[in-house]
C-alpha cells in the first residue's frame, strides 16, 4: 500500500511551482517550537490524524496547534497563492517539528490534495485510543497498511507533548504494570473520581518532555509508560524486542521513526493538484 501510494507523490512536487514553500514552512514551525515546545507534538498530531482520518477530524478537544498551520499556510499563500495544500503543509510541520526538537529529519514526499470532508465518526473509529490493548492497535495500524515495527516507532512521538488526566487515570489506578512511585507521583494531579481533574496535563515522556529522543523506550522497560497504550508494547508480548532495541539504540529508532512517518503519509494521499484549504475544515473541527 505504501509503494503503490509512494509512486504518487514526489519530493521536488513544489521545487518549480513554489520553491520557497519547505523553507517558509520551517522559518515558521521552527519558531514556533522554539517559543513553545509542546507545539511541535501538537503538529505531529496533527499530521497523524491526517494520515490516519480523511480530512484529519481530531478527537473532541484534543486540538492544538492549527494556529501555526494557519500561520504556515499565510506565508506560503503570499509567496506562491493556491499552489501548496494544507496536508503537505502538516507533513512537513511535523517532520520540522521532530527536528527542532532534536529528532531525525527525513525527505517528505509531496504533491497530497486537501480532503473535502472532515469526519468526527472516522476518527472515533480509525484512531486508536489511550485504552488500547496491543491487539487493537496493531489492528488499527495494519488496517493503514502499517506495520507493527512502525506502530512501535511512531508510538515513539510520545516521547514529546502531554496528556490529560482522563487519558491515564484508569491506567495509575487500574493497571498492575505500572511502577508503584510513578503511579503515586500522578494521583496528586488525577484524582480518582471522573469528573475531577480531567484535564489535569502530565508529560507523556517524564524524562526528557522537550528533547525528541528515544527515553520514552526506557520509560516502558521500567513501566513508567503514561498511556495504558503505551506500556502494552511491553508487556510480554510481541513488541518487546523492538522496545529493548529502540531503547538502547538511539540511532535505530530516528531511523525507524523517519521510515514510518513517511509510511504514515504515504497512507492513501489524494495526489493531484491542491484542494480546498483544509484548514478551515480542520478548524472547524475544533470544538
Not at 505504501?2 to 513544489?14: N, R, V
Request: charge should be negative; proline fraction near 5%.
Amino acid at each position: 500500500m505504501a509503494s503503490a501510494a509512494s509512486a504518487q507523490l514526489s519530493s521536488t512536487f513544489y521545487d518549480t511551482s513554489c520553491p520557497d514553500a519547505l523553507s517558509t514552512i520551517r522559518r515558521v514551525v521552527t519558531a514556533a517550537v522554539r517559543s513553545e515546545p509542546r507545539m511541535g507534538a501538537s503538529l505531529v498530531r496533527l499530521h497523524f490524524h491526517d494520515c490516519f482520518v480523511d480530512g484529519a477530524a481530531p478527537n473532541a478537544g484534543s486540538i492544538r496547534g492549527m494556529n501555526v498551520i494557519d500561520n504556515a499556510k499565510t506565508q506560503v499563500e503570499a509567496v506562491c497563492k493556491q499552489t501548496v495544500s494544507c496536508a503537505d503543509i502538516l507533513a512537513v510541520a511535523a517532520r520540522d517539528s521532530v527536528f527542532a526538537l532534536g529528532g531525525p529529519f527525513w525527505t517528505v514526499p509531496l504533491g497530497r490534495r486537501d480532503s473535502t470532508t472532515a469526519s468526527k465518526t472516522n476518527a472515533e473509529n480509525d484512531l486508536p485510543p489511550p485504552s488500547s490493548d496491543l491487539q487493537g492497535l496493531t489492528d488499527k495500524f495494519s488496517n493503514k497498511g502499517l506495520s507493527v515495527t512502525d506502530m512501535v516507532a511512531l508510538s515513539g512521538a510520545h516521547t514529546i507533548g502531554q496528556s490529560q488526566c482522563k487519558n491515564f487515570r484508569d491506567r495509575i489506578y487500574n493497571d498492575s504494570n505500572i511502577d508503584t512511585a510513578f503511579a503515586t507521583s500522578l494521583k496528586e494531579n488525577c484524582p480518582q473520581p471522573i469528573g475531577s481533574g480531567d484535564s489535569s496535563l502530565a508529560p507523556l515522556d517524564r524524562t526528557s518532555p522537550n528533547a525528541f529522543d528515544n527515553a520514552y523506550y526506557s520509560n516502558l522497560l521500567s513501566q513508567k509508560g503514561l498511556l495504558h497504550s503505551d506500556q502494552v508494547l511491553f508487556n510480554g508480548g510481541g513488541t518487546d524486542n523492538t522496545v529493548r532495541s529502540f531503547a538502547s539504540n538511539p540511532a535505530a529508532f530516528g531511523s525507524a521513526f523517519a521510515t514510518a512517518m513517511v509510511n504514515m503519509g504515504n497512507i492513501a494521499p489524494k495526489d493531484g493538484d491542491a484542494g480546498p484549504d483544509q484548514a478551515q475544515l480542520l478548524q472547524g473541527m475544533e470544538d
